[in-house]
């Protein structure tokens, strides 16, 4: 055999083992849903037996925190940088900023992402290409229309597509997922699936049992159970495709739960959180799966923030390490292999949603704010500290000097993680906001 044709050879046997080596990765968030409205954390209001199950054969994390809002949490997700080193308003990716979707494209991975967009607008932003998405269904860039769920109106690759009447939003995007993953099951993919669901408005899914529901909570809990339904039809066209043992998914929710609803989880009414930067805001689920790779049976309570899915990937990928510039985020990957890994003291937010909002709230419009915390312990940069286990609603901050020995130690503790980081964020409005921060 001449070395041409040895050559050529070579490269075509070698191929599939080279994609074989590349696990698949599946990250999925959802949108406008915290920690209390899943069964796999204790909930009876929801079934999500699928997402159970998924839990149950991997590792469940009980302490993982996003922002308190949506595209704060979704530039933190995909730069792996707290927003103080790089968010620049609502509704805008830092262009330049390279994303984990750059990452695994230059490292061989097809990459698609489908679902909520919401990261590029007159003020500025990024494309999925310039992402590093390969090919996109999304709803919320320009292009499209405002409907999500029925008739909705959703951008192909750059063009609107025409659909049939009734389709249903959530169906379309995971089908497009579904294709995608067919399409390249002979080479690494990565899929980022920003679910259109649970947000609001609340109407009826396909499965709600009275089409004519207009009550907002339970059309609520059958958009949770929907979410169930369609990473289980996902996991579904994994195993038919012989490719669910090659590939991890991670599944969590970009903040907490619309304020208009409240859920029962262990004896407690939880109201949701989403805008307000206590725990019923940021406290998420995260689940983490891949067979024969993250152990079933595995509940977690390490501290865990946003900053470090990134890193996470990469390291689970067999990536060569990403050193992320003013980056902060940690791989947990050895704890997904039951392994102990780097544990977090703390964890660092930063949250000014809309900076270049005319007026400041405590909501979607909030005031500038930083807070650094522990497992118990939360410190805000106006000196305010709060026991997260006693006063997880932040009703009252405990007074310097009045405070048992354990909250004094956090104090000093928490203000030496607020001072590693910068003062102010990098952000549209870079005035001084006055007067004292409010973050409740």
Known sequence: MNRSLLATCLVLFAAPFVAADKPNVILILCDDVGFECFSAYGSREYATPRLDALAAQGIRFDNCHSTPLCTPSRVNLM???SNVFNYFDFGVYPKGEPTFANYFKDHGYATAVAGKWQLLTAKGGITPAEAGFDTHCLWNIPGGGRERYWNPSLVKDGSLLDLPDKSYGPDITTDFLIDFIRKHRDQPFLAYFPMILP?????????????????????FVDMVQY??????????????????????IVFTGDNGTNSLLTSELNGRQIRGGKGYTHDYGTHVPLIVNWPGHVPGGKVSDDLICFSDFFPTMVEAAGLPEKKISDGDGWSFWPQCQGRQGKKRDWIYCYYFPRPSSAKYNDKYN?????????????LYDNGDLFDTVKDVSEKHAIAVGQADQAAEAARTSLQKALDSYPVKGRNANRRKVKGRQKNK
């Open 79 to 81: 730069s792996g940088k």
């Open 199 to 219: 947000h609001n408005p609340f109407p009826v899914t396909p499965d709600s049992v009275d089409p004519d529901s207009t009550n907002q909570k339970s059309n």
């Open 227 to 248: 979410i169930d339904k369609n990473v289980g039809r996902l996991e579904d066209a994994l195993e038919k495709l012989g490719l669910r043992r090659n590939t991890m």
């Open 366 to 378: 909030h005031y500038e704010v930083r807070f650094a915390r522990d497992k118990r312990y939360k």
